[in-house]
């Protein structure tokens, strides 16, 4: 019997290619394309005088140089608000290349084409841009404060102001027998993928088409993007991902300036272009996030349970805001993690800054509201002189409350709604594997010896599988190898190895019989991406329903072919069988060919086939009303809402009595993502999520000083996790089957980063008895902490 594929933890069928150098990712394409190099802005705030390219015209190998006014009217206008939102009051977003003012360091002002980059590097060094330096602004309060504006059009630096309320917020405070407040500060980090963006285009004039490979998330949104801005047909553009190393949602972003850019060129010229962003540019120009002030009261009893919650928080979106208020809004809604808070308000302003723009990155908001909560209980417990745990177990959402719904608006417009979930089983389990009870033995022996020894904690529930929908086909060929295809794209997720796991089990074949391909708009066109852990629940499910159509309609053909009915057979082994009888049987392959009424017989499969046609009945037609020829189903998942994964990290360090340095001894991870479709490939999601969180939590900033200018825009100078700093990590898992999809499945993505930074501040805040309420923070950061507290130094 062929074995059951779902839940396996099977290697993921394309780590080898990968692993042998035999991966195609962008800048492997195109080595004869021209090249092209952007000038960009090394002014946080100027106005452009004039653009002066006389010296830069005399080079060798120069093709072309492109300013704002060299652009057609349509890529004259702005790029597209991605999602509009009726509180987005003064939405501003970039062009392709700036008009007359710059708002960021980094921001696009020229395209320079030249036979490769290194010419193209030469050519930018001879332009000449005369500048008005305007005023710049910085913090995030200063920009609703101290009266510099980015865009002359918004006065004030508000794009956007959103309230959201649940219950009687102010009365609940108001008969809180205790409450506090808080300030939090999250800083701004980046995706900073292996791989940079990329885009390769080439048109065929022959064909008028257009063919564009782009390092992308989201290949028929820019496939759309550019039909739209060169005003073409959709079907004369195919967007096509190849490998991409890495994209943690600055590949969501779409279209780039450069997608829209290097395709016309390319028309253009009639030749073949291509783009490879370097690491300076991806440092300046990629979009960052996380970057938020909060301040928080909260109401609550002596038992410790919150009576009432009032936050309101800044968000820095930075120059311009392509993404709407999708991070702002997960904050203010995700923040609630796994508690039941009656009474609750929440109010933003996203906010205009002389920075990079911001769009979501892995964890996507999550990470600023798992802060705030956290650190909220962890306070409530210091006050009232309780174990942190106990807090949290007396705030949860009790399982036989599910589906939970708190009477808020997700990002998707749907209501916030918990489908499933058992926080006290995961917070039991959390306990077992951090061995919490046993902690205070192990503080005071370190104690003991002079060394500072501290655990924290963090919940947090995650807004998983987002729609509107996803879709997927499913092909059997005549040679026994079923064709899987779906439009998102992958970045190193392992779905090809998921999603064949899916469908090789609906269709009882063995694994490796089953081929996917993602991300190519010409073999599915429709698609909304690779994003907010969303693939395994949209696409997952998408292909499980085509592959069901496909599994109806072999059986009834096996059925017919034998005359048997539908009941009594099965497919296992790659083959149509009678249950109980499977020498009584008939391959997939051969149910492939008998799929279409034209059999001409170009191999053995076929002359097989024939035998099992059947009679030829004049009086119907060959392929019935309703039928179509081919062993193959598309089908569609679009979800009525979100579902919610949840978990749980604990994690122990230990603090440098003399220097402060943080290290972390211990990091436990429960996880709750519905069904398992890979245990393997989700632990490897956990553990790279923790490496993540772990370096927004020690190390990661966007070092920006007064005048905008990113001061740490290279890896010698932007801090990441070496495998040194990342711990080893005890994984456990809680399966709460989602009820909202046939798999039963979350998503599990961004799980591993959201609580990071709570869990570690909690930690070092328990090793030095100092209060944490900014990340990250580095050891000299919290030594000046303990010296402020008047502790050890």
């Known amino acids: 019997m062929t074995t059951r594929q779902f839940g396996a933890a099977v290697a993921r069928v394309e780590d080898p290619r990968l692993l042998r150098g035999e991966g195609r990712y962008l800048d492997d394409l195109g080595h004869d394309a021209l090249a092209v190099a952007v000038l960009r802005s090394p002014h946080a705030h100027a106005r452009i005088l004039d653009i002066d390219v006389t010296d830069a015209v005399t080079v060798d190998g120069l093709v072309a140089i492109y300013t704002y006014e060299d652009l057609p009217p349509r890529l004259q206008q702005s790029m597209p608000l991605l999602i509009p939102h009726p509180s987005l009051t003064a939405p501003v977003t970039q062009k ?226 392509p993404y709407g208020l999708i991070v702002p809004i997960i904050t203010s809604t995700q923040l609630l993690g796994p508690y039941r808070i009656e009474h609750y308000r929440v109010e933003f302003r996203s906010v205009y800054t002389n920075k990079t723009p911001v769009t979501p990155y892995r964890g996507a908001g999550r990470p600023q509201g798992c802060f705030l909560m956290e650190r909220t209980v962890d306070a409530i417990a210091a006050e009232l002189g309780l174990d942190r745990t106990r807090v949290r177990e007396r705030n949860f959402i009790q399982p036989d409350e599910m589906p939970y719904a708190f009477g808020l608006t997700f990002q998707d417009g749907r209501d916030y709604t918990y489908d499933s979930g058992d926080f006290p089983a995961s917070l039991a389990k959390l306990k077992e594997l951090v061995d919490w009870d046993g902690f205070a033995q192990r503080k005071a022996d370190a104690a003991a010896e002079g060394r500072l020894l501290g655990i924290g904690l963090a919940c947090y529930v995650e807004g998983t599988g987002v729609g509107p929908y996803e879709g997927g086909h499913v092909l059997v060929e005549p040679n026994g190898t079923v064709q899987v295809a779906t439009g998102l794209g992958t970045q190193g997720q392992g779905h090809q190895t998921a999603f064949a796991q899916i469908v090789a089990d609906e269709l009882g074949v063995p694994l490796d019989q089953v081929k996917v391909v993602t991300g190519d708009t010409r073999r599915f066109p429709y698609a909304v991406g690779t994003f907010a852990s969303r693939a395994a629940v949209m696409s997952g499910n998408a292909v499980h329903l085509a592959a069901k159509k496909v599994r109806e309609k072999a059986l009834q053909l096996a059925s017919d072919a034998l005359e048997v009915d539908v009941e009594d057979l099965e497919l296992a082994d790659g083959r149509a069988q009678v249950k109980g009888s499977p020498d009584t049987s008939l391959p997939l392959s051969m149910l492939a060919t008998l799929s279409n009424p034209l059999r001409y017989a170009f191999d053995e499969h076929a002359k097989a086939a024939t035998q099992f046609a059947g009679p030829n009945d004049p009086t119907r037609p060959p392929v019935a009303e309703g039928q179509a020829p081919g062993l193959e189903g598309t089908d569609y998942y679009s979800p009525v809402r979100s579902t919610f994964a949840n978990g749980m990290h604990a994690v122990e360090v230990e603090v440098d009595p003399d220097t402060s340095d943080i290290a972390i001894r211990r990091y436990a991870v429960v996880h709750d993502c519905g069904n398992l479709v890979n245990p393997m490939i989700v632990r490897g999601q956990v553990l790279g999520g923790v490496a993540q969180g772990v370096g927004g939590a020690l190390y990661e900033k966007m070092a920006y000083d007064e005048h905008g200018q990113l001061l740490n825009a290279s890896f010698m100078d932007f801090l990441m996790p070496y495998a040194t700093e990342v711990p080893a990590v005890d994984i456990d898992h809680l399966e709460t089957p989602s009820p909202l999809n046939p798999l039963g499945i979350k998503g599990a993505g961004e799980a591993g980063v959201i609580p990071g930074s709570a869990a570690i501040a909690a930690a070092i805040e328990d090793a030095t008895g100092v209060t944490v309420r900014a990340m990250p923070i580095s050891p000299s950061q919290l030594h000046e902490l303990r010296l402020a507290a008047g502790g050890d130094s």
Do not use: C
Not at 120 to 147: M, S
Not at 207 to 217: A, E, F, G, I, N
Not at 267 to 287: G, P, W, Y
């Open 96 to 321: 392709v290349l700036a008009d007359g003012v710059v708002n960021h360091v980094g921001e696009a002002i020229a395209m320079v084409v030249a036979s490769d980059r290194y010419v193209a590097e030469d050519v930018l060094d001879r332009i000449r841009v005369d500048y008005e330096i305007l005023p710049v602004v910085v913090d995030l309060e200063a920009a609703v404060a101290d009266g510099v504006d980015v865009h002359e059009s918004v006065p004030g630096n508000v794009a956007a102001e959103l309230t959201q309320t649940i219950g009687d917020v102010d009365a609940a405070l108001a008969r809180a027998p205790r409450r506090l407040s808080l300030r939090l500060d999250i800083e701004r980090s980046a995706s900073t993928p292996l791989e940079g963006r990329g885009v390769h285009a080439r048109w065929d004039a022959d064909d008028r088409r257009l063919r564009v490979h782009t390092s992308t998330q989201a290949p028929t949104s820019v496939r759309a993007a550019i039909a739209t801005f060169l005003e073409l047909d959709f079907a004369q553009v195919d967007v096509v991902v190849p490998d991409v190393g890495g994209g943690f949602g600055v590949k969501i972003m779409h279209p780039w300036p450069e997608e829209i850019l290097v395709p016309w060129a390319a028309r253009l010229l009639d030749r073949e272009v291509k783009f490879t962003e370097d690491r300076h540019e991806h440092f300046v120009s990629a979009n960052h996030e996380r970057g938020q002030v909060q301040w928080v009261e909260v109401g609550f009893d002596d038992e410790g349970r919150i009576l009432g919650l009032d936050v309101r928080f800044l968000h820095d979106h930075g120059a311009y805001i």
